[in-house]
């Protein structure tokens, strides 16, 4: 297995420079490993997966020590947020990043062969066990082409990603993520629940909605509004207690301090980890919000 190239914060430190380089080391010697002859190669990566297996072992169990105490808890969190070590519990397969995340990088996988036939595929949503995109270009409509472009992405998609059990397409149309107060209005249609009026959503604290058990949080700057599932994509806790910086932006989690873009969901302290947005209307300065 490939060693994952890490994800970097906005502070540069001599630690992710000096994994870069090991990664890189791990990945040419792989590379050379794939070019032996087919007995030399299977020797080779049964020694791999041998020496994976072993670690896996010990990590699996150093986390799980530590999960079950108290103050390892704290300790584990902090950890992870250091590329190099998130990177080796990812290879092992003992953190995964959110789901989002991973149906995208997917996406990026089969795009160069999207593109080989004239056509491009975009993520628009993850919606439960179904992903939701639009095709672009020659594969764009109902031909023969456009079913099967689909199909490649939905086999890929359910083979890097169990937990997608297939994908739906979306209208060739724009669908902006961000909603501005004065160009958005829409009609009332089943599954959008009626939430507060823009003005009543502060700009430095979260507006947390709820309906039928599924809870939201919705946040305000400037003239947009966003809505996202009340889940912090770190380790799952709400967000309703956050704080939002209105200078820049940004929201900090009140359990481990994560800090996420208040309006794209974008996660500054690990960018493998990303606020999940949900449907979102603003009518007759009304805000509306799909919970479903």
Request: with cysteine; aromatic share 4%.
């Amino acid at each position: 297995m490939t060693a994952p190239v890490a994800d970097q914060t906005a502070s540069p430190s001599a630690v992710p420079s000096e994994f870069e380089t090991l990664a890189k080391k791990v990945d040419d010697a792989l590379a050379a490993v794939r070019a032996l002859d087919p007995a030399a190669r299977g020797t080779a990566m049964s020694l791999k997966d041998s020496i994976e297996a072993f670690h896996k072992l010990a990590l699996t169990t150093m986390v799980k020590r530590l999960k079950d105490d108290e103050h390892g808890r704290g300790l584990l969190f902090s950890m992870v947020d250091a590329p190099e070590i998130y990177a080796m519990l990812a290879l092992h397969g003992i953190v995964r990043a959110d789901l989002r995340t991973r149906v995208s990088r997917v996406i990026d996988m089969v795009r160069p062969y999207m593109e080989s036939h004239g056509g491009d595929v975009e993520l628009v949503d993850v919606q439960g066990d179904r992903a939701i995109v639009r095709l672009h270009g020659s594969c764009n409509g109902c031909s023969m082409s456009a079913v099967t472009l689909r199909n490649s992405v939905e086999e890929a998609l359910k083979e890097h990603v169990p937990e997608i059990s297939g994908v739906d397409v979306a209208p060739n149309e724009p669908t902006p993520a961000l909603v501005t107060l004065e160009s958005r209005t829409a009609k009332s249609k089943e599954g959008w629940i009626a939430g507060p009026n823009v003005m009543d959503i502060a700009t430095d604290r979260p507006y947390r909605l709820d309906d039928n058990g599924v809870s939201a949080i919705l946040t305000r700057r400037d003239n947009v509004v966003q809505a996202f599932r009340n889940v912090c994509a770190h380790q799952g806790l709400p967000l309703d207690s956050a704080t939002i910086d209105p200078e820049d932006g940004t929201l900090t989690c009140p359990w481990h301090g994560f800090r996420f873009d208040c309006i794209s969901g974008e996660c500054f302290t690990s960018p493998k980890a990303m606020l999940e947005p949900l449907p979102l209307r603003v009518e007759n300065g009304v805000v509306w919000v799909r919970l479903a």
